[in-house]
Nanobody
Framework: VQLRAFGGGVVQAGGFRRLSCAAFGSVFNVMGWYRQAPGKQRELVATIGGGDNTDYADSVKGRFTISRDNAENTVYLQMNSLQPEDTAVYYC???????????????WGQGTQVTVSS
């Protein structure tokens, strides 16, 4: 299983950026994005599950949109109205339910840096 994330870079405050994460080797029940800023713990940004159910951190609601292309096994994060506090390494995450249990296998991509300049 491999998750490959793309799309990080430097953007000015108020700008936008689109992250992509392509999954190889399996199909996943839930895909999403987490981020980790310097000196902080990794935190949830957004997830998308079966039936396109989505969940967002309060700090990104109304600005970020997560979507998924099941045919391409790819998840996207459209980030609008970016602010300096969005600066972080963004990690792609994918979860696959273990059959006959309530547990999930958890996979991580390599991370992509997003820097928002003021």
């Amino acid at each position: 299983v491999q998750l490959r994330a793309f799309g990080g870079g430097v953007v000015q405050a108020g700008g936008f950026r689109r992250l992509s994460c392509a999954a190889f080797g399996s199909v996943f029940n839930v895909m999403g994005w987490y981020r980790q800023a310097p000196g902080k713990q990794r935190e949830l940004v957004a997830t998308i599950g079966g039936g396109d159910n989505t969940d967002y951190a309060d700090s990104v609601k109304g600005r970020f949109t997560i979507s998924r292309d099941n045919a391409e096994n790819t998840v996207y994060l459209q980030m609008n109205s970016l602010q300096p506090e969005d600066t972080a390494v963004y990690y792609c995450n994918a979860k696959k339910k273990i059959v006959l249990t309530s547990r999930y296998e958890n996979y991580w991509g390599q991370g992509t840096q997003v820097t928002v300049s003021s």
